[in-house]
């Protein structure tokens, strides 16, 4: 066991010298064990861990037994130990979970607080073979793509933490066995065996079931994760690169090229989720089914849009896909600076963020605003006018980016459409006696 152990955290590289580790020890055998390795890998490779126990208050004197149990196994190993307490059924209700997801928020809260506090690099987790052919089987059951079926990670960063798993390589059965030979004691938490958890259903009844096929059959469930593990990586690594190719930030939102349209789908679909997961942050509750209803509208008109997970929206934008957070697609006029003097034969600046207009031409007062009804532009020197509205569509302005642009506007009478052109009737001539410099604060001045 040990050696087996060992090997897997080198091939991986999950604790290297003088690192800090946190280790997360519930009383159970897998933690148990878990917590054994660590101190004994410590023997072989100089770096310090600490246990964290998190007790969820959902069983009574049984949970309080446990964390008796863990403070008192680390007292023995000389082990530095936290404990953390959470009354999970009450966040659970607070933040309309089930109590599954708030425990493990509660335990990421936990480890993050350690972490932070002890500054460790990594959280060690007792997850092992079995549970990672258990993940497989539920992911599978719930349609999941080539990611859900590499299961557990080895080494994964979720957010600001790096968490490891040392014992995926071994079995529950094998974990049992080298406690029982060292005379090792561990607690067993009744809820294991309650059949209304997913997860135990699984363990229970499906997993052993499989196993009268093929006693092997967990392990070989375990290969093949490692094996999507592998795929998944390297299509991540390319979705990585047409991301960069194709997609490009635009003011609120993200927008994909129609040239995506010439990869290959499964590509597509994972540059895709890329997006979606960047403006939801992170990929929870992004399903492919969201993925697929984004593609659909590659080949629909302009204008059609679709609503997804976390309140994303997108829209198709001239042969684009246009995503986009509704709460934030509200964007504020930019700021914008005034100086007026004389025209002296000055040079005419051509800077896309710095404008001068013939001020004398100017009728009531300006103002800086979004676009409104009967907005209009000249556009040409004879007078001729054009709808701005028209005039942001010939551009191929992206609806939802038509909103949020900003104007100055003389009454109905838009003098700059910030960003893109200005009026053919304020435009300096020879004529003109005085000039209104305006300026996008913030901006460069040689823009």
């Not at 992004?286 to 994303?312: C, D, F, N, P, Y």
């Not at 605003?369 to 551009?395: E, F, M, N, S």
Request: with cysteine.
């Amino acid at each position: 066991m040990e050696e087996k152990v060992f090997s897997y955290i080198e091939q991986y590289r999950m604790i290297e010298v003088g690192d800090r580790v946190i280790a997360g020890v519930s009383g159970g055998a897998d933690s148990v064990c878990l917590l054994f390795l660590l101190w004994e890998y410590q023997k072989k490779v100089p770096f310090s861990v600490q246990a964290v126990h998190v007790n969820h208050q959902l069983r009574g004197s049984e949970a309080k037994r446990d964390e008796e149990y863990v403070v008192r196994l680390c007292r023995e190993l000389s082990v530095p130990c936290r404990v953390y307490s959470y009354d999970v059924e009450r966040i659970a209700a607070e933040r309309h979970m089930t109590v599954e997801e708030a425990g493990r928020a509660v335990r990421q809260q936990a480890f993050g607080d350690a972490c932070k506090k002890t500054g460790a690099k990594s959280t060690a987790l007792a997850h092992h073979r079995d549970d990672l052919a258990e993940t497989v089987l539920h992911n599978l059951a719930r349609g999941s793509g080539a990611a859900g079926l590499a299961g557990i990670h080895p080494v994964r960063r979720m957010g600001d933490g790096v968490y490891i798993r040392p014992l995926l390589c071994v079995g529950r059965c094998g974990i049992e066995k080298w406690l029982t030979k060292r005379g090792i004691a561990w607690m067993e938490d009744s809820t294991n065996r309650e059949l209304s958890y997913t997860r135990n259903k699984i363990r229970q009844k499906v997993l052993p079931q499989l196993e009268e096929i093929n006693p092997r059959a967990a392990q070989h469930i375990a290969r093949a994760a490692q094996t999507f593990l592998s795929v998944e990586e390297y299509l991540g690594q390319q979705a990585d690169m047409l991301y960069s190719r194709y997609a490009g930030e635009k003011e609120g939102g993200i927008i994909l090229s129609k040239e995506i349209s010439g990869e290959h789908p499964v590509m597509q679909a994972y540059v895709v989720k890329r997006v979606l997961a960047y403006l939801a942050g992170g990929e929870k509750d992004i399903t492919s089914v969201h993925v697929e209803e984004a593609l659909e509208l590659l080949g629909h008109r302009t204008g059609r849009q679709k609503s997804l997970a976390h309140g994303i929206t997108v829209q198709q934008s001239y042969g684009n896909l246009l995503f986009y957070k509704n709460a934030e697609r509200e964007i504020p006029e930019k700021e914008l600076e005034f100086h007026v003097f004389s025209r002296e034969n000055q040079q005419i600046p051509e800077k896309k963020y710095t404008k001068w207009f013939d001020y004398d031409k100017i009728k009531g007062n300006l103002t800086v605003r979004k676009r409104q009804p009967g907005d209009y532009l000249t556009v040409t020197p004879a007078g001729g006018r054009k709808k701005l509205k028209d005039y942001l569509i010939d551009c191929k302005i992206p609806r939802q980016e038509r909103e949020n642009l900003t104007l100055l506007a003389d009454g109905s009478h838009i003098v700059w459409v910030v960003g893109y052109r200005i009026s053919e009737y304020y435009k300096i001539t020879e004529q003109t006696k005085t000039v209104i410099e305006v300026q996008v604060k913030g901006e460069m001045e040689d823009e």
